[in-house]
């Protein structure tokens, strides 16, 4: 459990109110940026206003069973623009609404939706989440966010989650119960190379032996080791692009 530290008055330390700030500072600027856009977008596109940051508002659906969230808890991170200015914060993905929430604080209540821009990279950890639209082959356009794994010159790896909404069901006799309507997350995965389109792939080294091209080096990496993980396919491409740095 993280705990404050206080001065002899009983206040939160100079460290911690700075922090809060600089936090502060940067929700102020992406609200002036939402109010000076705001208007313009609203005009051309009205549905478009409604996907600025704003506080979500507690969910009171109880009859679905399972979870939207990609993430269960919210993560730590960081919030980067285009600009290079960066923010510390928490996240998480609503897999049914394709929002990123987020939060400035582990503990803190309130949680809220950041602007649907481009501008904005939402990095966890192993992933980002990034707002695009992706040519797939044999699947079109996968718009939306998608998590990130590797993007550069060489190699693109994405992943874009999706839910399964099973409906409510009545009891079939009367000694029978109602089943409730249940959801469940899943995602796709998608690879590509700088010369050719993104390809739906599964988690399997046969599907990455047949756009890898093939080498005596690449021929024992996947003789060794096997891909049953996002985790397995990162380490793949590092070890791809050494052959090719």
């Known amino acids: 459990m993280k705990i404050q530290k206080f001065n002899v008055n009983g206040m939160i ?19 002036l940026t939402i ?43 960081i919030i980067n623009e ?6 510390e914060a928490y996240f998480r993905y609503n897999v049914k609404d394709d929002q990123v929430e987020v939060k ?54 994405i992943g874009k989650p999706f839910v399964n909404l099973i409906q409510a069901q009545a009891a079939k006799t009367g000694y029978g119960n109602a089943t409730p309507a249940s959801l469940n997350v899943g995602i796709n995965y998608y690879f ?6 993104l390809q739906e792939v599964k988690l399997k080294e046969k599907e990455f032996r047949n756009i890898v091209p093939s080498s005596k080096e690449m021929k ?8 049953e ?6 380490k793949m491409i590092k070890f791809y692009e050494t052959l090719n740095s």
Do not use: C, H, W
Not at 22 to 27: A, E, N, W
Not at 42 to 60: H, R
Not at 111 to 122: V, W
């Open 13 to 31: 330390s100079d460290n911690r109110l700075k922090k809060t700030d600089i936090m502060t500072k940067f929700l102020i600027s992406i609200f």
């Open 229 to 234: 993980s996002s985790k397995d396919v990162m």
């Open 220 to 227: 024992k990496y996947f003789e060794d080791n096997k891909i």
């Open 82 to 87: 285009v600009d290079g200015k960066k923010q």
């Open 104 to 157: 400035f604080s582990p503990n803190q209540e309130e949680t809220y939706l950041l602007p649907r821009y481009q501008k904005y990279i939402y990095q966890l950890k192993d992933y980002s989440y990034v707002l695009g639209s992706f040519n797939v082959e044999n699947v079109g356009l996968v718009k939306g966010f998608v998590i990130e794994y590797v993007q550069n010159d060489k190699v693109t790896f």
């Open 192 to 197: 590509g190379l700088v010369d050719g389109k």
């Open 35 to 77: 109010l000076s856009t705001t208007s313009f977008i609203a005009q051309n596109d009205p549905l478009e206003a409604i996907n600025f940051a704003m506080l979500i508002q507690k969910d009171t659906e109880k009859e679905i069973v399972g979870s939207p969230y990609y993430e269960q808890t919210f993560i730590p991170g």
